[in-house]
């Protein structure tokens, strides 16, 4: 039933103004509420990760040379049925430094699917992806899911990861906000959440730079939670 209570407290928190900012005290909150799910990572290093959702995508490429001129590695949740349609670019992402993570079979939102099928779908989408055995990473399409998702997933190894600097950039919102509360969000253990697109290419430069002013590293999520302080 405390999980269950956490769940509908996230949806409900996500789904209003929480969705577009996330203050330290309700990350810090969520996972110790849910401490099976990574929100952030604590630790004292300089580093945080940058995500990219939906790929590939026409912008994967793009993304990528971005990352390569600051000397940064991203992490992609890729969806297993994009991912299929564009085989070469896996190999080439890893061998780049970059992380591939799991973002279930298709578009379809996890919180309607039964056990059954988010074992299906997370099963098909790592036959294409093909994590490496350790730190396996799952995001679950518009992040609300059931409480059963995490002890699925975790019968496969794999862990939840959300974030905790996200503005719902799928909507659009005025670059000028997502600059503003992504720079506010960016600190040591941050997980950012961008969507693969052309408009965020932009905003993805700024956040380097953000992040090269603060004195920290964009590195993959592998990385950033093998830092992880107790």
């Known amino acids: 039933m405390f999980l269950v209570a956490a769940?509908?407290?996230?949806?409900?928190l996500?789904?209003?103004?929480?969705?577009?900012?996330q203050p330290r005290f309700l990350i810090l909150l969520?996972?110790?509420?849910?401490?099976?799910?990574?929100?952030?990572?604590?630790?004292?290093?300089?580093?945080?990760a940058i995500t990219f959702d939906d790929g590939p995508s026409s912008s994967t490429s793009q993304i990528v040379d971005i990352l390569g001129q600051y000397n940064a590695s991203?992490?992609?949740?890729?969806?297993?049925?994009?991912?299929?349609?564009?085989?070469?670019?896996?190999?080439?992402l890893k061998a780049s430094g970059h992380q591939i993570c799991n973002h279930f079979y298709d578009s379809q939102l996890t919180l309607f699917l039964?056990?059954?099928?988010?074992?299906?779908?997370?099963?098909?989408?790592?036959?294409?992806?093909?994590?490496?055995r350790h730190n396996k990473f799952i995001r679950p399409s518009?992040?609300?899911?059931?409480?059963?998702?995490?002890?699925l997933v975790k019968m496969f190894g794999f862990t939840v990861v959300l974030g905790s600097a996200y503005t719902m950039d799928w909507l659009k919102p005025p670059k000028w906000y997502m600059r503003w509360?992504?720079?506010?969000?960016?600190?040591?253990?941050?997980?950012?959440?961008?969507?693969?697109?052309?408009r965020n290419l932009q905003t993805l430069q700024f956040l380097l730079d953000e992040g090269n002013k603060k004195g920290l590293r964009?590195?993959?999520?592998?990385?950033?939670?093998?830092?992880?302080t107790s």
């Open 7 to 12: 769940i509908i407290l996230i949806a409900i």
């Open 30 to 48: 969520l996972q110790q509420l849910l401490a099976d799910i990574i929100f952030s990572v604590k630790t004292t290093r300089p580093l945080f």
């Open 114 to 132: 039964n056990d059954k099928q988010i074992v299906k779908s997370l099963q098909k989408a790592d036959q294409i992806i093909k994590q490496n």
């Open 142 to 151: 518009g992040s609300i899911f059931r409480p059963s998702l995490t002890r």
């Open 181 to 198: 509360a992504l720079g506010r969000m960016l600190k040591p253990g941050a997980i950012v959440i961008l969507h693969e697109s052309t």
């Open 218 to 228: 964009a590195v993959t999520l592998t990385k950033l939670v093998s830092a992880k």
């Open 74 to 92: 991203g992490t992609f949740f890729f969806i297993g049925t994009k991912a299929k349609l564009h085989p070469k670019i896996l190999p080439k």
């Open 14 to 21: 996500f789904m209003g103004g929480f969705w577009f900012y």
